[in-house]
Every structure is written in C-alpha cells, then in structure tokens.
C-alpha cells in the first residue's frame, strides 16, 4: 500500500458532473467525431460489454472460463442463420440467439460447473473448440465457408426503416447494449445480495454452502446470465460486420481477449473491464494504423498479461485505488529474485 | 473390406507418431505434479521448437536434426529461467494463486504465438533435413518413414532417459518429492526452487526438441500450436492429471487415433473427436479413465 488516496477520488469536483459529461461525450461521439471514428467507438463498446461478461463468470464468481467465446460465436451464427437459411428479421435472430445460448449455458452449466480450477478452464476450452471445429463441418452454419448476412433497411424488423444500417445506428445499438451490460452488472453483482452471494462462493465455497447459500443455483446462474450477454453482442456484430466465419468469431483468440481485458482493468471489479478493454482494444486498433503489422498486439498483450500477473494482480483499477505501490513492486521483484536458484 | 496392408501401414504410422507424443505428455504431466499449473504454453513450446528448426537448419547445411542439442539447450534454460515466475505467481499472498497461474502461461502462449507470428508471417515453413528421408520396407508390414521411425526413436530415447533420472536419481526423486508434496519436500530440506526449474526446463527441452521432429514430419506453422496444446491437454486428461505410466498409453492411443481418423474418416474431424474426448472424460471422470490422476479439486 502506498498511502496515497485512490486516484478516482482526486478528481476535482462532484463526480456526477464526470459522469454526465462523459454520457453527454458518449452521446454525440458519431457526429462529434465522423463515421471512422463511430467504428472504432462501437468496437471498443462491444468489447467492454464483452469483457464483463467475462468478468461475471470469471472475475465475480472465480470460475476461469476458457469457453467464454464460444457463446459470442452461437450468438451470432444464431442470428445469421436466422436470417440467412430462414429469412427472418434482425429482430426475430436476436431473439433466437437470446434463447439459443440460455438454453445450451444451462445444459453445459449442470455437468461442467461442479469441475473448478484447471478442470472448468480445460473443459470450457475443449467444449468451445469442438463448438468451433462442428461449425466448420456442418452445413447450417456455412461450414468453411461462412455465412453471408443480408444488410438493407428491411433487415432489421422486417419492414424498411431507413437508418438501420448506418454506423451511427450500430453505434447506438452496442452504446446501449453496453450500458445495460454495465447497468446490470452493477446492480446484481455490485449492489443485490446475489452479488454477495457469488463473491462469496468466489472466496470459499464451503463456507458459503454453510451459510445457507445453494451455490450450484447461483453458480448456474451466474453462467447463464454471462452467456447470454456474449450472445446477444455476438448477434449485433454478426449482423453489423455481415460476414461471419467459424475461424474468425469462434476463433480462440475471442475468448483470449474477454479473458485478457477483464483481467487487466481488474478482476471483478465494475469498472476493470472498461479500463482493459478500452486499453487493448486500442492497443490493437494502434498497433495496425501505425505499426502497418496487424499481429504486433499478440505479443504486447502477452508482456502486459505477464507482467500484471507478476506485479498487480488486482489490474488497473488496483493501481488506481493505490492498492499497489512502489513498495509492492520492489518486495516483489525480491521475492521472485529469490526463486532463481538453478546453480 | 479392410486392406490390410494399409490397416497394418496406418498402425505403423499411428504407433511412431505417437512415440513423439508421449515424450510432449510426459514431460506436461510432470510440470503439472511439480508446479500444479496446467501449462498452457505447452503447444507454442513445439511450436517454437519447429520455428528454430526452421530457422537454424540452413546454418547447419540444411539439416534438422543438427539443430536439437541447441534446441535442447536452449529450451532448458529458457525453461529453467521461466519456473521461478510461475512458482511466483502461484505461491504467496495474492489472491486465486491458481487463476493466476493459469493466466500467466496463457499470457506466455499469447506472446510466443504472437512473436513468431509477427516475424515469420502467417505462413507455413519447412524444416528440412536430408538425412531423414525415404523410407525403410519392412516385408510383410510395410514402410517405416525415416523421419518418423528416427522422431520416434527420439522419443523413447529421451522418454527414457527422463524416466532413469525421475526413478533413479537423488535428483529424480526430489522432483517427485516436490510433485508428491510442496510442503513437505521442503521440511526434508529439498531446494525446490533447484528443482522445480530443473524439472520445467527438462519438460521445456523434451518438448521444444518434440517440435524440431514433428516440424520435419510435417512443417513448422505460427498456428500449429493450439493443436499440441489440445493433444497434450488429451493425453493428460485421458491419463488422469501427474499420472506419468497412463500418459504413455494414452499418447500411443492418440497416434494412433489421428492416424485412424485421418484416413477413415476425415482430417476435419479428428480435433472434433479429441475436444468432445477431452470434455467428456473431463466430466464423466476428471482423474482420468483409469482412475488415477490427481482428483479435481
């Protein structure tokens, strides 16, 4: 601990009047900045919604998920095949998608939430790529080719609605989605009692189970509803992006970010998962616009991941609330000086 | 109708391969008894391994198999230099010192996959080597590759040499001490932080080593390593996590399970078939088929 004040507190004047300039900045993004920069926006929303979604199931309740992409993809192909092999409306996929990935959360949640640690992390991954390797064989989901979505005014609720396929409008829809995500996670984890509950079944599960608490109700709960959020960005994207592929959305690398923003910004914390995912979703964005190499993020990101594990495990918002200090690192970096002992 | 001369030529083929195999599992089984971290990192080693092959070959008259004393010396340190993070990240005061862990080697995977990936490009490289070719014809059974045959050779070898200095050694049996118990280990005085890197760098080196063999086999790609990562996560889990005997048996079985599936069915679904393999056993019966490993806890 380094004794100084956290540094959200420093900021001069009264909080609220933060939050409503960055709702009101939130707010006219497309038409303050342009179309180009919508696009970056959206990205960047999406990705935050995603990262607590992770942080739901990984950050609050301690179960590493490993899978967690996997639901981003059935979202999407949920809605694509919606629209694409039924011909269906935006609306009517996004619902199916809704429904599709509560239903398959649950039946995965039963059997895979009573393996914890290593096993949960192992199976999820397992189950996501055999998700992933099934979608490339079968022909519903466009198999290796993919699957194109159709993109008019009509697609949307059925009928033209002129504005509906505009960056401005996909802005709106993920600035939405993500406030909700953000609504929801902190009024069920932040300020219900449920939150208290997954925290401490988190903490120690046969305490928890002592005090009353039916942990395997909450754990699946817990599962289902951080699923289901992964879907529901998965459906806007897959619809917005307009084609999708089994090695791009189900892709590891998916499930790779979630996990890499949410531990970064600060495992189960509120506000960790913007922080990171701001933080490496712009890494990549900048990495490709200026470095011209598209895959130098990988590597970056891998250092970040290392060296907060080593050295703030609680992420950013841990540096922030001065929860790490100098102090922490240096008796760090002596304790793990420590362990080099080969010769 | 079966052939039998190709069913007797997949069998070949299934059991040589899966003598490289075993050496990659053995070696991610111990690491797991000593640090009791599943290392995710355990695919990019081989990968890595292949790329050296890849690289150094040409510095040595195009032969591959020059390249693995460097790649076995290099691996260990490399190896030897990287346990002290993960026993740091895993040990001490900081919360979910197993989530910790976890991330930390799926952190080392990211930035090794990305490394080679951003300096070698996307594509695939040959690891060449012109001692190892052609085949040898066996009457009656068939052709034994010679990059295979020398691969497996490999790996009995380096399996057993492992296994003399686990079973045989003063050494060997502080690192099982360790796997036995952490704690324990070290009320008998053992140095574990010695041999806890001893025994990561040895996994390093065998499993790089793998990888200069299987990139001669087949090539050396900046995407090969999740498929090791999922054969090596396989065979632990079918073996029953730190239980080094049932490896072996399930690395054969996963040779020869690829060779099978490749040929009879399809090469598409043979990750399929692995991953619904590794997800099923994982919940049916989480210390392996025999019983064995390390229960979940």
């Known amino acids: 601990m380094s004794g100084s004040a956290p540094v959200l507190d420093r900021l001069p004047g009264d909080r609220r009047y933060w939050f409503l300039a960055l709702g009101v900045l939130l707010l006219a993004w497309p038409f303050l900045f342009g179309s180009f920069w919508a696009r970056i926006g959206l990205g960047a929303l999406m990705w935050i919604g995603l990262a607590q979604s992770w942080n739901m199931i990984g950050g609050y309740a301690g179960y590493l998920d490993f899978g967690h992409g996997a639901y981003f993809g059935i979202g999407g192909f949920a809605a694509g095949i919606a629209m694409v092999q039924f011909g269906y409306p935006f609306v009517v996929g996004f619902a199916l998608a809704i429904v599709v990935a509560a239903v398959l959360a649950y039946l995965v949640a039963v059997p895979t939430l009573r393996l914890t640690g290593a096993y949960f992390a ?12 099934a979608a490339l064989i079968l022909e519903i989901t466009g198999g290796t080719f993919g699957l194109s979505l159709p993109r008019s005014p009509d697609t949307f609720i059925g009928i033209a609605v002129p504005f509906a396929i505009s960056e401005t409008f996909f802005y709106y829809v993920m600035l939405l989605l993500c406030a909700a995500t953000m609504l929801v996670t902190y009024v069920l984890f932040e300020r219900h009692e449920f939150g208290y509950r997954v925290k401490a079944l988190r903490d120690d599960q046969d305490a928890a189970e002592s005090l009353g608490i039916d942990t395997t109700r909450v754990k699946r709960q817990v599962y289902v509803l951080s699923c289901v959020v992964a879907a529901v960005f998965g459906s806007v994207y897959a619809w917005y992006i307009v084609f999708i592929h089994p090695n791009d959305i189900l892709a590891p690398i998916v499930t790779d970010r979630m996990v890499i923003m949410a531990l970064l910004g600060g495992l189960g914390t509120l506000t960790g998962p913007i922080f990171g995912g701001l933080l490496v979703f712009l890494l990549q964005r900048l990495s490709s616009v200026f470095l011209g190499s598209s895959t130098f993020y990988l590597p970056l990101i891998g250092t970040l991941i290392m060296i907060t594990v080593l050295f703030a495990p609680s992420g950013i918002i841990g540096i922030l609330r001065g929860e790490i200090g100098r102090d922490d690192v240096r008796k760090n970096l002596k304790e793990l000086g420590e362990k080099f002992d080969l010769l | 109708m079966v052939d039998i001369g190709l069913f007797t030529q997949i ?18 089984s111990l690491a797991f008894g000593v640090l009791e971290v599943v290392d995710f990192a355990v695919g990019e080693y081989v990968m890595v391994g292949a790329f050296m092959g890849a690289v150094l070959a040409p510095l040595f008259g195009a032969e591959g198999v020059f390249v693995i004393p460097i790649v076995l010396v290099v691996f260990f340190a490399v190896g030897a230099l990287i346990q002290p993070l993960i026993h740091h990240v895993t040990t001490g005061d900081r919360p979910h010192p197993l989530l910790m862990g976890l991330v930390f080697t799926f952190g080392l995977a990211t930035f090794l996959r990305g490394s080679v990936l951003t300096i070698f490009g996307p594509n695939s490289q040959d690891v060449p080597s012109s001692l190892l070719t052609g085949g040898i014809e066996v009457p009656g059974l068939g052709t034994f590759p010679v ?27 502080a690192i099982r001490a360790i796997a036995e118990d952490r704690t324990n280990a070290r009320l008998m005085g053992i140095n574990i932080n010695r041999y806890q890197s001893i025994a990561y760098g040895a996994y390093a080196a065998l499993t790089g080593s793998a990888g200069v063999f299987i990139g001669m086999t087949f090539n050396a790609s900046p995407g090969m390593g999740l498929q090791y990562t999922a054969f090596a996560f396989f065979m632990v889990v079918l073996a029953g996590m730190g239980y080094l005997p049932g490896v072996i048996v399930a690395g054969i079985v996963l040779g020869l399970t690829q060779s099978f599936t490749a040929v009879y069915i399809s090469g598409n679904a043979v990750l399929l078939v692995l991953f619904a393999i590794i997800y099923v056993v994982l919940l049916v019966s989480p210390a392996g088929i025999l019983g064995k490993g390390e229960w979940a806890t």
């Open chain 1, 122 to 133: 192992i199976a999820t991954w397992a189950l996501a790529e055999s998700i992933k390797q």
């Open chain 2, 11 to 28: 069998v070949i083929n299934g059991l040589l391969l899966g003598g490289i195999y075993v050496t990659i599992g053995v070696g991610f």
């Open chain 2, 147 to 173: 990059v295979r045959t020398v691969t497996a050779v490999f790996g009995v070898t380096g399996l057993a040499v492992f296994m003399y200095y686990l079973y045989r050694t003063r050494g060997g049996m």
